[in-house]
């Protein structure tokens, strides 16, 4: 199974922006739709926003519309969340996983706050 490392969380002021990353064990990330999902404190892992894998196609959850966006390098094996606009409800645990998901990375904390 792929594992996982994520990277480029942080603390954000209202507004503010941020760019993770995902690079996977093992090669070969552009043959699975791949998706990022954040977790706040007790809650469920939440679907975010994801991507399918020949064409492109891309898809997110309403709260982060237009704020969010997904792409991947398949060369690197990695893929990238560019997070725009951040708001305080952003706040959670950011990972990518496969999907459906394989195994769970650390994630990559993300605090927006003033």
Excluded at 49 to 60: N, Q, R, V, W
Aim: proline letters at 5%; one cysteine or more; glycine letters at 12%.
């Amino acid at each position: 199974q792929l594992s996982f490392v994520e990277s480029g969380g942080g603390s954000v002021r209202p507004g503010g922006s941020l760019r993770l990353s995902c690079t996977a064990s093992e090669y070969g990330i552009g043959a699975f739709a791949i998706g990022w999902f954040r977790q706040a404190p007790g809650k469920d892992h939440e679907g975010v926003a994801c991507m399918s894998p020949h064409d492109g196609m891309t898809a997110y959850v309403d709260s982060v519309k237009g704020r969010f966006t997904i792409s991947r390098d398949n060369a690197k094996n990695t893929v990238y969340l560019q997070m725009n606009s951040l708001k305080p409800e952003d706040t959670a645990i950011y990972s990518c996983n496969t999907i459906p998901p394989q195994t769970w990375g650390q994630g990559t904390q993300v605090t927006v706050s003033s």
